[in-house]
């Protein structure tokens, strides 16, 4: 098939790839998801269900930005929860200690906690990512716990163990009110659910762009991408920057939603650990795996520990069952090893592979 008229093979190839992807089935899928998002506060205006949501659209927009690093260019890191703490900190600090908290304070910390995020990813990729992945990862690693024994330690700055409550201004305030009628609870809610979509649509645009291929081609064979004249540690460090500034921002909206932030919440392993189980459980190098992984982990997190309550009501009269009940992190270790059992790739990468079977297979033959 001829490339149509000024397109070369290569720009048509994109061309048609891009009409595709507006083809697939999954495209109603997630406009549902959006407007789901977006009409929850209106339907289940309970602020468990709005926070546990909310997290859900930050965490899977964290595992999105941690499955470029990982699953896009094939660079294991465990310092990426770190970057989302610089962002959480930032804000925090930027807010709490110049002064009157204004808009102009929030901007700034996002600015910092962005620009400091960038520069220590360059300066660990520079020293590291020219070696063997495993040395990349064991120096985030070290660099992650240093941040976490930071913040712990520089208590006249971070607070310490005890952490920071800053005041934020205007409708992020607590107890303000919003346009339309709207509360600063919802306008914050709103905001964040916003810079989660942008976020989001900005990594989409990432993977799917020709330095987005570049860096699937790396991931699959870098000794080739080399022997075709690409310089793999300046592509591999910009998506490594580009995946740490995205968790900063988060970073900061995890802060004007929370309005709390402390070592273990901000810079803790489990966070990292965290991520990891959600890109690992959605699907590593599908991108939109990241919102199966959250919900399903948040979910279970915040409903299972519910079991011990129902149990002491229904099992009243039996010790044993009320002692099961109680066991709700089995459940959950139960529950992730089913997941890991039956979709090897992750949800996300499961199915994919199995509609691409099918449609393989009911291809007609040339």
């Known amino acids: 098939m001829s490339a149509p008229a000024g397109l070369s093979p290569v720009q048509a190839a994109r061309e048609a790839a891009r009409r595709e992807r507006w083809r697939e089935p999954t495209v109603g899928l997630r406009l549902v998801l959006l407007l789901a998002w977006a009409l929850l506060p209106l339907t289940a205006p309970s602020f468990q269900t709005l926070d546990l949501a909310l997290k859900i659209a930050l965490f899977a927009t964290l595992a999105a930005s941690f499955d470029v690093v990982i699953g896009y260019t094939g660079i294991v890191s465990f310092g990426h929860a770190m970057f989302f703490g610089f962002g959480a900190y930032a804000v925090a600090l930027a807010v709490g200690k110049l002064g009157a908290p204004t808009y102009g304070h929030v901007l700034l910390g996002f600015l910092v906690g962005m620009a400091v995020s960038a520069t220590v990813a360059i300066v660990i990729g520079a020293f590291s990512l020219r070696v063997k992945a495993l040395f990349f990862a064991m120096i985030t690693l070290a660099f992650a716990e240093f941040a ?36 600063g609870r919802l306008v914050t809610y709103y905001t964040v659910l916003a810079v989660c979509l942008g976020c989001f649509l900005m990594m989409r645009r990432f993977v799917h762009s020709p330095l987005g291929r570049t860096l699937q081609a790396i991931r699959d064979n870098e000794l080739r991408a080399e022997a075709l004249g690409y310089r793999t540690f300046v592509f591999q460090l910009v998506a490594s920057s580009f995946g740490s500034v995205v968790a900063t921002v988060l970073g900061g909206c995890y802060t004007l939603w929370v309005r709390y932030v402390n070592p ?27 919102i199966v992984g959250a919900a399903v982990l948040l979910t279970a997190r915040t409903l299972l520990p519910n079991l011990r309550g129902l149990g002491a009501t229904m099992f009243s009269g039996s010790e044993i069952l009320q002692r099961l009940s109680e066991r709700w992190l089995l459940y959950f270790g139960i529950l992730f090893i089913l997941v890991v059992f039956f979709f090897p790739r992750g949800v996300l990468g499961t199915l994919r592979e199995v509609a691409a079977r099918r449609r393989r297979g009911a291809a007609p033959e040339g």
């Open 148 to 183: 976490l024994i930071l913040a712990v330690q520089w208590s006249a700055l971070t607070g310490g163990e005890d952490g920071l409550s800053p005041k934020l201004p205007g409708v992020f305030a607590a107890g303000a009110s919003g346009p339309f009628g709207l509360s």
């Open 264 to 290: 273990e919440s901000a810079l803790g392993i489990p966070i990292m650990l965290d991520v990891l189980l959600m890109v690992i459980i959605g699907g590593i190098g599908t991108l939109y795996g990241g």
